[in-house]
């Protein structure tokens, strides 16, 4: 069974550019979750998205935006990048996002580095 | 603010000890607990999940939940060297996100 893919692995952006990630949750998995993780924040949680709806949104600003195709699979873009913006990007994939018993697994991430 | 907080480290054992890591959550609310491991560099990788109270057991892992008491507890037995990593405590509450610890650094000692 495939786990959760993310692309691309390693990116290096310019201050100023966007950048947009790709993730494929799990075969038969509906929700898609993002977070960043930086050293200095730790994980937070960007956004979730279940059946092309975003569902729930953390306190980013809205140059983070994501969206949910039909396929499940998602994408997450940030306008604009700040160096700030440099952070392991995660998807999280779970069966409905929600409830006990749900498990949520993490692709292996996006390296985006601002510069 | 709802938060997740875990027991300062680092964390030294030695090989075949247990290690004991903790985490205390403030949201009430907070249904399913996750404990990953993140090795440097890498993703975090779920080790187990808990949302009932008591004990729940994996092999050499045992994660344990009080919601009366808002604590949640990872327990590793028989220690490895391979299990060094950064331990992450995640509380799911109702808006099905996930709401992370600052993580313990655990160093197995050969």
């Known amino acids: 069974k495939a786990g959760v893919t993310q692309t691309p692995r390693y990116l290096i952006k310019t201050r100023g550019q966007q950048v947009t990630l790709s993730c494929s949750p799990i075969s038969g998995h509906r929700s898609v979750s993002w977070y960043q993780q930086t050293p200095g924040q730790g994980l937070q949680f960007l956004f979730e998205?279940?059946?092309?709806?975003?569902?729930n949104k953390g306190n980013f600003p809205g140059r983070f935006s994501g969206r949910q195709f039909s396929n499940s699979r998602s994408e997450m873009n940030v306008s604009t990048l700040e160096l700030g913006d440099s952070a392991l990007y995660l998807c999280?994939?779970?069966?409905?996002?929600?409830?006990?018993?749900?498990?949520?697994?993490f692709g292996e991430g996006s390296w985006l580095t601002v510069v | 603010q709802k938060e997740v907080e875990q027991n300062s480290g680092p964390l030294s054992v030695p090989e075949g000890a247990i290690a004991s890591l903790n985490c205390t959550y403030s949201?009430?609310?907070?249904?399913?607990f996750f404990w990953y491991r993140q090795y440097s560099g890498k993703s975090p990788e779920l080790i187990m999940f808990i949302y009932s109270n008591g004990d729940k057991e994996d092999g050499r892992f045992t994660a344990q939940l009080n919601k009366a008491s808002q604590y949640v507890s990872l327990l590793i037995r028989d220690s490895q060297p391979s299990d060094s990593a950064t331990y992450l405590c995640?509380?799911?509450?109702?808006?099905?996100?996930?709401?992370f610890g600052s993580g313990t650094q655990l160093t197995v000692l050969p």
């Open positions: 999280a994939s779970s069966l409905s996002g929600g409830g006990s018993g749900n498990t949520i697994y």
């Open positions: 995640a509380g799911e509450g109702s808006a099905r996100q996930l709401t």
């Open positions: 998205y279940f059946s092309e709806t975003q569902r």
């Open positions: 949201d009430r609310g907070s249904q399913s």
